[in-house]
């Protein structure tokens, strides 16, 4: 069956770094765009990075620009979130996302997500 895991959440002090992890399987991986979303308390989810499928084309929102990274191994079937010079509004849930191409409708599969706190 379908899964979408997150690991690698946790606590980390401000300025520090962390590294998400979504492993995938029951679906054609290579074939999904891969997107990173997160939701803070009392806020709207938001996506934070998105990597598209087969190419790999990267795209972030201005908040995290320059700070988070996502690489996507379509061997392992894992999508990865670097995130560096972490900030206290970077705390929230974290969340990845999947959604097929070359199908109608697609397809999106979620995973239950990985807590992120950023406080010193």
């Known amino acids: 069956q379908v899964q979408v895991v997150e690991s690698g959440g946790g606590l980390v002090q401000p300025g520090g770094s962390l590294r998400l992890s979504c492993e995938a399987s029951g679906f054609t991986f290579r074939t999904y765009h ?28 201005d908040s995290v620009k320059g700070r ?12 990865y979130l670097q995130m560096n010079s972490l900030k206290p509004e ?21 995973g239950q997500g990985t807590q992120v706190t950023v406080s010193s």
């Open 34 to 61: 891969m997107t990173w979303h997160r939701q803070a308390p009392g806020k709207e989810r938001e996506v934070v990075a998105t990597i598209t499928a087969i190419t790999g084309v990267t795209n972030y929102p």
């Open 90 to 110: 970077d705390t929230a849930v974290y969340y990845c996302n999947a959604r097929s191409t070359g199908i109608y409708p697609p397809r999106t599969y979620w």
């Open 68 to 79: 988070f990274t996502v690489s996507r191994d379509n061997v392992k079937n894992m999508v």
